[in-house]
């Protein structure tokens, strides 16, 4: 399928602005509430933004005229997405460590109420573009925005979690279990970043295979 270059600038750009709105609220949000998990969901959008720049530069790169005809196009898709998935794996084992910290120090106490009405405006908003950069990233023909829709999956789900576990901490200070719940922040982290480590990997696995077929490519042309 041929990439529709002007779709792809345009989705990437916008998944650029998402990416910093919701890096800003939520990052600005979880230091004031002192919440882990606020701030793991707007760091991940924080590492969205970097990535999305990164591959708007190789948007860039590879459909510029001057390389058409260069080997190296090939391999930096796959470079992209692989250094995309390494960078998110990171982040994710960073968060968990500081989640288990956490817990081991006891815990965290939260207004649930607030951060609870956060957490459903950033479940609507990336879902919002989730959908539109899934829908369209389909049509632009893009690996680069295909990679970038499964970004903003992973970061509505994490979202969707972040706001079942604050709607849970709720209940549990309503039934006589606030002690308990001020674990359910960190909680939440550990189950995140466990979870959602999944995604990443698969993305730098699948990355891999295709710098790999890349080569063996170049190789068997070479014997020829």
Known sequence: MQCN???ERKLLQFSTFSALLFAVLGIGFGL???????IFDGAYSLVSLALTVLSLMAAAYIRSPSRK???AIQKVEPMVIAFKGLVITFMCCISFSSA?????????DIDTGLALLFGVINVVGCLATYVVMRKYGQKSGSNLVVAESKQW???TVISGAVMVGFILATVMQHIGLAAYSVYADPVMVVVASVYFVIVPLKMMIGAL????????YKALTEMR
């Open 69 to 71: 005809d260069s080997e």
């Open 209 to 216: 295979k295709e710098l790999r077929g890349t080569e063996d």
């Open 5 to 7: 270059v002007a779709l």
């Open 153 to 155: 999956m992973m970061d």
């Open 100 to 108: 288990i910290l956490a817990i081991l120090d006891g815990g965290r």
């Open 32 to 38: 004031w509430m002192g919440s882990l998990v606020i």
